[in-house]
Nanobody, 115 residues
Framework: QVQLVESGGGLVQAGESLRLSCVAS????????MGWYRQAPAKQRELVAT???????SYEDSVKGRFTISRDNAKNAVYLQMASLKPEDTAVYYC?????????WGQGTQVTVSS
């Protein structure tokens, strides 16, 4: 059992930045990949970024160069630094973790970017 809690969402104007945080608790040992997904209204949930326990990262093309994912294994935390935000980034952002081939999800945090 892994619990993921996100924080850091909010309302910002285009061009501004936000930093999302996610802290895992419970059975956090053996967590390998962590990451972020997002879901906009009337859209499917999409992968934003992932990071392995070894630090290998992957990004969705539309956020590449603007978003940076990082993690602190000692704190069981993963972060998403979002810069140059665009209205199209507006969505609920969900923290993700994989442990022993099983996925876990946070409840989501709303990010709204106004033009």
């Amino acid at each position: 059992q892994v619990q993921l809690v996100e924080s850091g969402g909010g309302l910002v104007q285009a061009g501004e930045s936000l930093r999302l945080s996610c802290v895992a608790s419970g059975s956090t040992f053996s967590i390998d990949t962590m990451g972020w997904y997002r879901q906009a209204p009337a859209k499917q949930r999409e992968l934003v970024a992932t990071i392995t326990s070894g630090g290998r990262t992957s990004y969705e093309d539309s956020v590449k160069g603007r978003f940076t994912i990082s993690r602190d294994n000692a704190k069981n935390a993963v972060y998403l630094q979002m810069a140059s935000l665009k209205p199209e980034d507006t969505a609920v952002y969900y923290c993700y973790a994989k442990r022993v081939y099983r996925p876990y999800w946070g409840q989501g945090t709303q990010v709204t970017v106004s033009s």
